[in-house]
Each structure stands twice: as C-alpha cells, then as structure tokens.
C-alpha cells in the first residue's frame, strides 16, 4: 500500500515550505555576497523571495544591518525562522490525521 492522504499532504507542506526557505535562504546569501541586483537572476530571487519577507518587516527596529556593500537582512532571517514555525504547526496538524498502522 502506498502512503496515505495526510503524508501525501504533509510530504507536499514540505516541499512548499522548503521551497520558500530555500528562496529566503538564497536572499541572505545574495544580500551578504553584495550581488549585482542588476542580474537578472538575482533580481528574480529579490523579487520572490520578497513576497514571503515582507509580513516580517518592521517587527524588529532594525530590517538589516549594512557594512561596505554587503547587507545582512534581519527581517529575512526572522522570516526564515517564521516560515519554519508555520511550517512544524501545520506539519503538525496533519499528522493529526495520519493512520499508522496498528
């Protein structure tokens, strides 16, 4: 027998929150590496990955620290912490409904 329903759905959370980690993890590093935001590339990541840092603006004083070039973007992190947290409550919740069996 194949996998059921709730790990299907828990198995699919997981690729969609990975993805959206993985985009924020690719931010912090492109911000810290000072990439060219002129890349086509690093503009598409800036572009989608702010999509899921914007709700975590602005809940510290600070969004990001600047030395010579490089940023490091606290709101990005905090967002990568976030996204984590929302990710383990409805990995959770579907386990709820998972049948192991007996």
């Not at 299907?8 to 990975?18: E, H, K, N, S, T």
């Amino acid at each position: 027998t194949g996998p059921g329903g709730a790990e299907v759905a828990q198995r699919i959370v997981g690729l969609v929150f990975g993805l959206i980690q993985l985009a924020i993890g690719a931010r912090i590093v492109l911000l810290l590496l000072n990439a060219r935001e002129a890349n086509g590339l690093v503009s598409g990541i800036l572009n989608l990955s702010q999509i899921f840092v914007a709700p975590f603006e602005g809940i510290l004083r600070t969004n990001s620290l600047h030395a010579s070039g490089s940023v490091f973007d606290l709101a990005a992190v905090l967002a990568l912490v976030g996204w984590t947290v929302v990710e383990l409550i409805v990995v959770s919740g579907l386990g709820i409904f998972r049948r192991d069996p007996a």
